[in-house]
């Protein structure tokens, strides 16, 4: 696929430590206060950026801007997944357990997830896996009565971005975006539990990382991409040259 043949970058995402950070805002709306004003499928929806890493939640804050729809929060995206009733699973292209992150989410969500998202990259794509920027939609351990009174999203949205590469953010993001659209525009159609809100952590980017910045300005320009309007850093620049 086209995916496969872009530029690695680096490591994956290093193991979660402990203990995990409390949540702070990086931006003046909370994760429940951002509203739901992204039009995107037939259900509007809200969106949280989070990430314990302070440059990334700086640049996530940069390129989204004060759109008004987006809210940027420093924390663990298991931490925050409470928030929403759908949470973006940043995974490799086989859907295998490889990262902390994985491990934490599967914790939250019910080990089934990942092995739903397993089968279904074998199914369709084989034992190399799936292309960079794969994305479908999982109902949780949560939907289906496996957590008793523990609070977890119902939905997880899988995005293979691992291993690397140059435009997997973009790729990872946007096919997310497309598969959460489906399902409200589904959801619809037929009735159901739509999407309202998601959370998403940083999609290929780890600690320390050298391309932050690019990563999130990649993730934003896939968000605005489909929720329209325009990243806070090409408004920036559009003013500039006028």
Same mark, same amino acid.
């Given at each position: 696929?086209?995916?496969?043949?872009?530029q690695r970058l680096g490591?994956? !995402?290093?193991?979660?430590? *402990?203990?995990?950070?409390? *949540?702070?805002?990086?931006?003046?709306?909370?994760?429940?206060?951002?509203?739901?004003?992204?039009?995107?499928?037939?259900?509007?929806?809200?969106?949280?950026?989070?990430?314990?890493?302070?440059? #990334?939640?700086?640049?996530?804050?940069? +390129?989204?801007?004060?759109?008004?729809?987006?809210?940027?929060?420093? $924390?663990?995206?298991?931490? /925050?997944? *409470?928030?929403?009733?759908? &949470?973006?699973?940043?995974?490799?292209?086989?859907?295998?357990?490889?990262?902390?992150?994985?491990? %934490?989410?599967?914790?939250?969500?019910?080990?089934?997830? /990942?092995?739903?998202? !397993?089968?279904?990259?074998? %199914?369709? +794509?084989?034992?190399?896996?799936?292309?960079?920027?794969?994305?479908?939609?999982?109902?949780?351990?949560?939907?289906?009565?496996?957590? $008793?009174?523990?609070k977890a999203p119902r939905?997880? *949205? #899988? %995005?293979? &971005? @691992?291993?690397?590469?140059?435009?997997?953010?973009?790729?990872?993001?946007?096919?997310?975006?497309?598969?959460?659209?489906? +399902?409200?525009?589904? =959801?619809? %159609?037929?009735?159901?539990?739509? =999407?309202?809100?998601? &959370?998403?952590?940083?999609?290929?980017?780890?600690?320390?990382?050298?391309?932050?910045?690019?990563?999130?300005?990649?993730?934003?320009?896939? @968000?605005?991409?489909?929720?329209?309007?325009?990243?806070?850093?090409?408004?920036?620049?559009?003013?500039?040259?006028?």
């Amino acid at each position: 696929s086209s995916g496969r043949g872009l530029q690695r970058l680096g490591a994956p !995402r290093s193991p979660v430590p *402990a203990p995990l950070m409390a *949540a702070t805002p990086c931006s003046p709306a909370g994760p429940l206060t951002a509203p739901l004003a992204v039009p995107v499928g037939e259900v509007a929806w809200r969106l949280t950026i989070c990430d314990a890493d302070d440059a #990334f939640c700086e640049a996530a804050r940069r +390129h989204f801007g004060d759109d008004g729809r987006v809210a940027v929060v420093r $924390g663990r995206v298991e931490e /925050l997944a *409470a928030m929403a009733n759908c &949470v973006i699973w940043p995974g490799n292209v086989q859907g295998l357990a490889a990262s902390g992150l994985d491990r %934490a989410l599967s914790g939250l969500l019910g080990s089934g997830t /990942l092995e739903r998202a !397993r089968a279904r990259i074998l %199914a369709e +794509h084989g034992d190399e896996g799936c292309p960079i920027g794969t994305a479908f939609l999982l109902e949780t351990g949560a939907a289906m009565g496996g957590f $008793g009174a523990v609070k977890a999203p119902r939905f997880a *949205a #899988f %995005a293979a &971005v @691992y291993p690397r590469t140059r435009e997997g953010p973009l790729l990872a993001m946007r096919g997310a975006m497309a598969a959460i659209a489906e +399902h409200n525009s589904e =959801i619809a %159609a037929r009735g159901g539990e739509a =999407i309202r809100s998601v &959370v998403c952590p940083g999609l290929g980017s780890f600690t320390g990382s050298p391309d932050i910045d690019d990563v999130a300005a990649m993730m934003a320009a896939a @968000y605005f991409g489909a929720a329209g309007g325009a990243a806070a850093s090409d408004r920036a620049g559009s003013a500039a040259s006028s």
